[in-house]
């Protein structure tokens, strides 16, 4: 007699986007590295230029901290905050920013320096990067979209 077949088992089931309590699950990618932009064809090796570019695409709309203009949360409808020159400490968690956005005063005591990076969050998520990563690059995994004049 033939030994009957055996199912293949089944893929693993995907990562809830809610923890058991209904909070949103921190992103995967905690820190977004800012990706190295290649130089132009026929660009040489001209430094004052390269000086003048970095300064000209340089984003300085938002210096220590506060709102990111044209950036906002789709999941708890508001605003993105920015502060420079800190990133977040790891166990940071979902009710903290719930209690404390967006004062910068209270959300200090999770927010570690750290030079050339800036911390961002709204009222439900949170993310680290470099400060010259692209607002597109931070909001991958989050529900977080430039609007407006962006």
């Not at 993105?80 to 800190?86: A, I, L, N, S």
Request: proline share 9%; net charge negative.
């Amino acid at each position: 007699a033939a030994a009957p077949e055996q199912a293949a088992p089944a893929p693993p089931a995907p990562a809830p986007y809610y923890d058991p309590c209904g909070a949103p699950m921190p992103p995967p990618q905690a820190f977004v590295v800012a990706r190295v932009q290649a130089p132009a064809a026929g660009a040489g090796g001209d430094d004052l230029n390269d000086l003048l570019g970095e300064v000209l695409t340089t984003d300085t709309s938002v210096v220590g901290h506060g709102m990111v203009p044209d950036f906002h949360c789709l999941g708890c409808d508001h605003q993105v905050m920015r502060c420079d020159e800190y990133v977040w400490c790891d166990g940071v968690e979902y009710m903290f920013f719930r209690n404390n956005y967006p004062s910068f005063e209270k959300m200090r005591v999770r927010l570690s320096r750290q030079q050339g990076c800036s911390a961002y969050c709204c009222q439900c998520s949170w993310k680290s990067a470099h400060s010259h990563a692209s607002l597109a690059d931070v909001a991958e995994g989050l529900r977080w979209r430039q609007v407006g004049g962006a």
